[in-house]
């Protein structure tokens, strides 16, 4: 039992550390194409590990709170850290309970989850505290979340995929859930 909690924080601390590494490395070298309305944050990609492990729930979502105190010094705020963290934590949950529901080996139907909460939280997010000055617009909404949906669909079929895929045909399925 000690190894098997031992290997779930590794797990956790490789997943956050990697997630933090690649969205902060992202946003020195392409400023704003992982923190603002439309992007295509790389890192998202490894929301996909949510239907390989537990592990990668406290992981991704520890490492979106990393990945955004960086984005709290460029101007995003407080509320980035907050609710960005929250449609992580939202969309690996609900990846890890959807892991089975597969079309074509693929699970479809979880890939959508991150688009989802983050189109609804994020959208919410920056048309309340950004765009409105703290109010509310439904046509703004609709806009904002819809970009950053679009991104999220972006990341996961281009690279989460793929991704998930090498994950199932090397084998390395067994070696991930060993937690």
């Known amino acids: 039992m000690q190894k098997k909690s031992t290997m779930y924080i590794v797990q956790s601390a490789a997943i956050a550390a990697l997630y933090a590494t690649l969205t902060i490395g992202q946003n020195l070298l392409l400023p704003g194409t992982a923190s603002m309305a ?96 703290m109010s509310f617009n439904f046509a703004d909404f609709l806009i904002q979340g819809g970009c950053v949906a679009l991104g999220e669909l972006g990341v996961l079929f281009v690279l989460g995929i793929p991704l998930t895929v090498a994950i199932e045909k090397q084998g390395l399925k067994k070696s991930i859930n060993k937690v």
Do not use: H, W
């Open 38 to 133: 439309v992007q295509f944050r790389v890192a998202e990609a490894l929301t996909v590990l949510a239907f390989f492990t537990p592990a990668a729930i406290p992981g991704l979502t520890l490492g979106c709170i990393i990945a955004n105190i960086s984005s709290v010094t460029a101007g995003l705020g407080f509320y980035d850290m907050i609710f960005g963290s929250i449609a992580t934590l939202l969309a690996a949950l609900t990846m890890r309970a959807l892991r089975n529901v597969k079309l074509a080996k693929i699970p479809f139907v979880g890939l959508l989850m991150p688009a989802v909460f983050n189109g609804l939280i994020i959208g919410f997010e920056i048309d309340f505290f950004f765009v409105g000055s």
